[in-house]
């Protein structure tokens, strides 16, 4: 069964404007955390931002946040104000198991932003 | 310098032999990894290990081995190579001490198997 869900193959924004990249997980683990990482073209893979499952708040970073609804099972990344730079691959990925040893992470199929001037 | 790095950063290799990717890392960390990524897959576990003594396998294992030299260094093999290996590698290192244990990765090494 799939466990991290990324719907959007491609997305477009224009540079200045915030955009929404979707993910939606499943997991019966009431201890779970959640991580964003950009991948541009270059390739390598960059650590955004992390939410916990208990977290109360929704995490931030700079121009990145996350959307965490836990009962919809979704963590959106939010990125306000584009850049041309942001254009890249997103994956979105869940660490699950950490407490009872069964670690385990998964990532989603990606989304590739591209940024438009 | 680099945390985590990889080497080589490209390879191509024919069909049947056998090759190695090393890993490295500055970061102190336990616990490192090896994935691959291939398009439209995102990011698969190959070999996971814990510490120098313990190494576990992952989502996709089969055709490759590792080897954790010491904390810092983790080695994945492949035996016999073989073209649909073709795919990015990377290795990932984190910290159990850290409560997000977010996972910091390596450039990735590119891999045609010819």
């Known amino acids: 069964a799939q466990k991290i869900t990324q719907t959007q193959p491609g997305m477009f924004v224009q540079e200045k404007e915030a955009v929404t990249l979707d993910c939606t997980y499943d997991?019966?683990?009431?201890?779970?955390?959640l991580f964003w990482y950009k991948q541009p073209s270059s390739g390598e893979m960059i650590f955004l931002i992390y939410q916990g499952s208990y977290d109360q708040q929704n995490a931030t970073e700079g121009r990145y946040s996350l959307n965490f609804q836990k009962a919809r099972k979704s963590a959106n990344l939010v990125i306000s104000a584009s850049q041309l730079g942001d254009s890249a691959m997103y994956f979105c990925?869940?660490?699950?198991?950490?407490?009872?040893?069964?670690?385990?992470?998964?990532f989603g199929a990606g989304t590739r932003l591209f940024v438009k001037a | 310098d680099a945390d985590v790095t990889q080497t080589p950063r490209n390879r191509i290799t024919k069909t049947g032999k056998r090759i190695m990717l090393e890993c490295s890392q500055t970061?102190?960390?336990?616990?490192m990894y090896w994935y691959r990524q291939d398009p439209g897959l995102g990011l698969r576990l190959i070999y996971y290990s814990f510490d120098v003594k313990d190494i576990n396998k992952g989502e996709i294992s089969d055709g490759y081995s590792v080897s954790r030299q010491a904390q810092a260094k983790f080695s994945l093999s492949l035996e016999s190579a073989i073209p649909n290996q073709t795919a990015l590698y990377f290795c990932a290192t984190s910290d159990p001490a850290d409560s997000q244990e977010t996972q910091y990765f390596g450039p990735g090494t590119r891999l045609l198997v010819l």
């Open positions: 997991t019966s683990d009431p201890s779970y955390g």
């Open positions: 990925a869940m660490r699950e198991g950490r407490n009872t040893g069964g670690f385990k992470t998964i």
């Open positions: 970061k102190g960390h336990d616990r």
